[in-house]
């Protein structure tokens, strides 16, 4: 399927960064509580290595955060490299959730950063 060279024309600028894109689908959430912090620490070090991107559960009214599962993005050069991060996951290696690996192109949305030198801080937005 051909592009319409008006949409080329705008995607021509566009970052096009590859990522990949984890759905997290639940399976056995009863241990979920027992194994959250180690998950949580799996992640931060992910985050620290460069690997993670964002990640965080999916929440529905009424239901506890990750119930209805959760997303990742990660900065790999493959599904391959994925599998072999997610394989380091206490969620994905306890069976808690299982993963759907989609690779993902970045064009579109921004950050917003504000610093505030005054008091040092910082807001995200």
């Not at 949580?40 to 070090?45: C, F, I, N, R, Y």
């Not at 620290?48 to 599962?69: D, H, M, N, T, Y």
């Not at 299982?98 to 937005?125: C, H, N, P």
Request: glycine share 10%.
């Amino acid at each position: 399927m051909a592009i319409p060279s008006q949409a080329q024309a705008l995607m021509q600028g566009m970052l096009k960064k590859p990522l990949y894109v984890v759905l997290r689908t639940p399976v056995d959430l009863s241990r979920i509580n027992e194994l959250l912090p180690a998950h949580l620490e799996w992640a931060v070090q992910c985050e620290k290595r460069g690997e993670l991107f964002a990640s965080g559960p999916f929440v529905q009214e009424g239901a506890a955060p990750g119930a209805g599962g959760g997303m990742s993005i990660f900065r790999a050069d493959s599904v391959a490299e994925v599998e072999r991060i997610l394989s380091g996951d206490p969620f994905i290696q306890q069976g808690v959730y299982a993963a759907d690996i989609k690779k993902w192109m970045l064009m579109e949305g921004g950050v917003t950063v504000t610093f505030r030198f005054s008091d040092q801080s910082y807001l995200l937005r």
